[in-house]
């Protein structure tokens, strides 16, 4: 059996793959601005610690990891010699020693910066685009290209013709900063796009629009979580994506927490829970809606939080609606919606029997219908009581799979605790056609019960020691400059005609970040010019016109790299060693692109002086704290900030229009979803597709990957494997399939091939694999030419526009 991500040559595989045209002329040029080519140079056997090299070279550094493995990330100690990097070891300078951390993604980092797979020389497409074929040239002749297609762009189709899109965590976290508004086009990251979990917590209307609120962060730290009595994690896996903070769970578990885990999968986390409940997948919003049900319907609601933080007794235009306020007037001149100081919202007060406002001292009553001038108001209860009367526990036992008395405990558990926890993961519910329908039911869930604001409550995704505010400064461009605003989601690139002509990638978002591949890669060929930024030779190279190689988070061409708030910590990042072949940091790379389209004036000579002037400008914590400081305390020093977990929204204040808790939201009415409904997701549901495609498919997290990051690195893979699908017993014997063997998996969409790993910790009817994985690793075929990218209308309302339905994908899996 091949895999083409294991040929052993360096040099074979760099020619093999790249399909680099080397001429004559094409590599002395090559050579005589790019330096060399071949990795041979620094790679060694694995075991190696640069023993060859005399000891008294060996030198320190000091700077931290990427962080999109669970942002705060891991401050990193670094040791050289003689110039290569040989080890990596956790930064012991926190003020609480559980924060040393590191997992074997930061330390395979030695591996991986000298991985095969690493860009050498500036490219340009000498094939068709898609097929990875590149002649080697210059920085000069790179800059120059990508600077005048911008230009061209912009002149003959507008700014808007330009989008920068970075895939998360792009490696080395800087990605381009300025270059976007400075020339005036959209720059999008990844996150909104796939993640789809909405809710009425932090943002109920967007500032702006009015539209209802993107994915909400975690509103305490999860070192509080001690203090709750019960933790519910829904489609949350942390003992794999969250490896530096999961130990607080377990401690929270060991002093008295219950710990419940729902999700299809019997998963790492789900191990160590007291109660593992196995929803079937996409049917989260019954469960929830189901929850609500029980607790309105039994009085489990926290009644004077209700009345006093939350929306539920406010009055809504059954006809229109929209919430009543005291004036018809909701925007102000800029379209901002009005807060509710200014035009209060209206409650029936039970005192006066009347209308009034709801900060007017009056008595509000929960559930309350009236007629007032001919118009039928009801509270939110009011509708929620209605709402949900048919979404009963037994209704929905019929969709989950899980017993009604099931759904009935957990309601009460977390409704009648003293502090329960309410904590979604990324990369399982929310990325369903109905994950916005999840969370917005998980917001009621929290507003109905209260459990928020307190230590040991809280409500979001991730689960990280969270920083007490401590701003910084900013490095301010002139008023001139803004970013342009594309007129839809990236999401609907695809799909849909859009301005952009244009694509400058940074990371792997072509790869990573859209599904149906086939559909993705029609879109990025009809572009007129395509730009990949990126250490590392990913599949989103492969359609680029220009290829523009990039330092990992560990090589500067500057002795200091930037600076982070991590876990309440200045945290330094310093030159560990040079850049490795031809290549630059994203910040000299924006600074040469700049420089070239003469915007060099407006930006920072280097990172020291960004960092600078981050810190000149910074709040107080940062008192005292200056590059010279941290370089003396090994590049991280504790700010000014309260030693006490931080917990948010301690004051019950919401950043809403009311500034309580606002779980009916208006511009979902015309879609039925002003308050949560659930709707079945499209394809794993319907019995048309199951007839010939009867297994989800589905993808999922990994301890030893970031997303398609450390894809290549070989540590990683002799601890992690090759790629696998794992298939439950029952459905792999009922295919004559055993572990080990190549099983071809396979829908209308495309097929791919990969080996079969029987598993019983998958549900029957349930496939699952990695996500990430490069189209290079596989037997054959790209894992995303399976996956479902058909749009829900509703969506578009969102801020952040529809949800890619990764999850709402249904394939055949056969022996090849």
Same mark, same amino acid.
């Given at each position: 059996m091949e895999n083409k991500g294991n040929e052993n040559s360096v040099l074979v595989r760099n020619m093999s793959r790249r399909n680099f045209m080397k001429g004559a002329a094409t590599m002395g040029a090559a050579c005589a601005g790019a330096g060399m080519l071949s990795a041979s140079g620094w790679l060694s056997p694995r075991e190696a610690l640069a023993d060859d090299v005399d000891s008294e070279q060996e030198e320190k550094s000091f700077t931290y990891h990427c962080a999109n493995c669970g942002n705060p990330a891991c401050a990193l100690e670094c040791t050289t010699r003689g110039g290569k990097l040989v080890k990596i070891e956790p930064n012991q300078g926190w003020n609480d020693p559980r924060?040393?951390?590191?997992?074997?993604? @930061?330390?395979?980092?030695?591996?991986?910066?000298?991985?095969?797979?690493?860009?050498?020389?500036?490219?340009?497409?000498?094939?068709?685009?898609?097929? /990875?074929?590149?002649?080697?040239?210059?920085?000069?002749?790179?800059?120059?290209?990508?600077g005048d297609s911008l230009k061209k762009a912009i002149e003959e189709h507008g700014p808007k013709s330009v989008c920068f899109y970075s895939s998360s965590s792009a490696n080395t976290d800087d990605g381009i900063r300025w270059l976007p508004t400075l020339l005036g086009t959209p720059a999008r990251r990844a996150h909104p796009a796939g993640g789809g979990i909405d809710c009425g917590i932090g943002n109920g209307y967007d500032d702006t629009t009015g539209n209802y609120a993107p994915v909400v962060p975690q509103s305490s730290d999860v070192r509080t979580w001690k203090d709750s009595d019960v933790m519910v994690l829904v489609g949350h896996n942390p003992a794999e994506s969250r490896l530096h903070s999961v130990r607080y769970v377990l401690e929270a578990k060991e002093a008295g927490s219950e710990l419940i885990v729902v999700d299809p999968r019997y998963t790492t986390t789900a191990q160590h829970a007291d109660w593992w409940i196995p929803i079937k997948p996409g049917t989260d919003p019954a469960l929830i809606t189901a929850s609500i049900h029980h607790i309105i319907e039994n009085g489990l609601y926290n009644e004077e939080f209700v009345l006093e933080h939350t929306a539920f007794p406010f009055l809504v235009d059954v006809e229109a609606g929209t919430y009543l306020r005291a004036t018809p007037e909701t925007k102000d001149e800029a379209g901002n919606v009005v807060k509710g100081d200014v035009n209060p919202f209206m409650v029936w007060d039970s005192a006066a029997?009347?209308?009034?406002?709801?900060?007017?001292?009056?008595?509000?009553?929960?559930?309350?219908?009236?007629?007032?001038?001919?118009?039928?108001?009801?509270?939110?209860?009011?509708?929620?009581?209605?709402?949900?009367?048919?979404?009963?526990?037994?209704?929905?036992?019929?969709?989950?799979?899980?017993?009604?008395?099931?759904?009935?405990?957990?309601?009460?558990?977390?409704?009648?605790?003293?502090?329960?926890?309410?904590?979604?993961?990324?990369?399982?519910?929310?990325?369903?056609?109905?994950?916005?329908?999840?969370?917005? /039911?998980?917001?009621?869930?929290?507003?109905?019960? @209260?459990?928020?604001?307190?230590?040991?409550?809280?409500? /979001?995704?991730g689960i990280?020691?969270?920083?007490?505010?401590?701003?910084? /400064?900013?490095?301010?461009?002139?008023?001139?400059?803004?970013?342009?605003?594309?007129?839809?989601?990236?999401?609907?690139?695809?799909?849909?005609e859009s301005p952009v002509r244009v694509l400058f990638g940074i990371g792997n978002p072509i790869n990573q970040l859209f599904a149906n591949s086939e559909a993705t890669d029609k879109w990025v060929k009809s572009l007129?010019?395509?730009?990949?930024?990126?250490?590392?030779?990913?599949?989103?190279?492969?359609?680029?016109?220009?290829?523009?190689?990039t330092t990992t988070g560990f090589e500067s061409e500057y002795d200091v790299r930037g600076l982070q708030n991590r876990r309440d910590h200045a945290v330094l990042a310093e030159k560990v060693i040079e850049p490795l072949f031809d290549s630059h940091t994203d910040f000299e790379v924006e600074r040469m692109l700049c420089e070239y389209l003469g915007f060099g004036d407006y930006i920072p000579k280097d990172p020291e002086e960004l960092v600078n002037a981050l810190l000149s400008g910074a709040k107080d914590p940062w008192k005292g704290i200056t590059v010279d400081t941290l370089k003396q305390n090994n590049g991280i020093q504790p700010l000014a900030v309260s030693p006490k977990p931080v917990v948010n929204y301690a004051d019950l204040k919401f950043p809403t229009a009311s500034g309580r808790l606002e779980v009916f939201h208006p511009s979902m009415a015309k879609h039925g979803q002003a308050l949560p409904v659930h709707e079945d997701c499209e394809e794993i549901t319907s019995e048309?597709?199951?007839?010939?495609?009867?297994?989800?498919?589905?993808?999922?997290?990994?301890?030893?990957?970031?997303?398609?990051?450390?894809?290549?690195?070989?540590?990683?893979?002799?601890?992690?494997?090759?790629?696998?699908?794992?298939?439950?017993?029952?459905?792999?014997?009922a295919r004559g399939i055993k572990t080990g063997d190549v099983v071809r998996v396979y829908n209308d969409r495309g097929s791919v091939k990969f080996v079969a790993q029987v598993a019983k910790d998958m549900r029957p009817g349930q496939i699952s694999i990695q996500e990430g994985w490069w189209p290079s690793q596989t037997i054959e075929g790209n894992f995303q030419s399976l996956t479902n990218d058909k749009l829900v209308d509703r969506q578009r309302d969102r801020k952040y526009g529809p949800i890619i339905p990764f999850m709402d994908t249904k394939v055949e899996v056969e022996k090849a």
């Open positions: 924060l040393a951390t590191i997992c074997l993604k @930061g330390i395979s980092e030695i591996n991986r910066i000298y991985s095969e797979d690493r860009l050498q020389t500036p490219l340009k497409r000498a094939g068709e685009r898609g097929e /990875g074929k590149f002649v080697a040239i210059t920085w000069d002749e790179a800059i120059s290209t990508v029997n009347a209308v009034a406002p709801y900060n007017s001292g009056a008595a509000p009553e929960l559930f309350k219908e009236v007629v007032v001038d001919g118009k039928t108001y009801k509270t939110v209860m009011q509708l929620a009581k209605e709402t949900y009367e048919g979404a009963t526990p037994e209704w929905a036992a019929e969709i989950t799979e899980i017993p009604a008395e099931d759904i009935k405990k957990l309601a009460e558990k977390y409704a009648t605790a003293g502090s329960a926890v309410l904590s979604y993961g990324m990369g399982g519910a929310d990325k369903y056609p109905n994950s916005d329908i999840t969370g917005h /039911g998980m917001s009621l869930l929290v507003s109905l019960t @209260g459990h928020i604001g307190r230590p040991g409550t809280g409500f /979001g995704e990280v020691p969270l920083n007490h505010p401590a701003a910084m /400064g900013k490095w301010k461009l002139p008023e001139q400059f803004k970013v342009s605003k594309l007129p839809q989601s990236a999401a609907t690139f695809t799909q849909e007129d010019f395509v730009v990949c930024m990126n250490p590392y030779h990913c599949p989103s190279v492969d359609y680029a016109d220009i290829v523009l190689p048309e597709v199951a007839s010939k495609y009867p297994l989800q498919y589905g993808q999922v997290r990994s301890r030893n990957r970031v997303h398609s990051q450390f894809a290549g690195t070989h540590w990683i893979k002799d601890v992690n494997g090759e790629p696998a699908i794992r298939i439950n017993p029952k459905d792999a014997e």
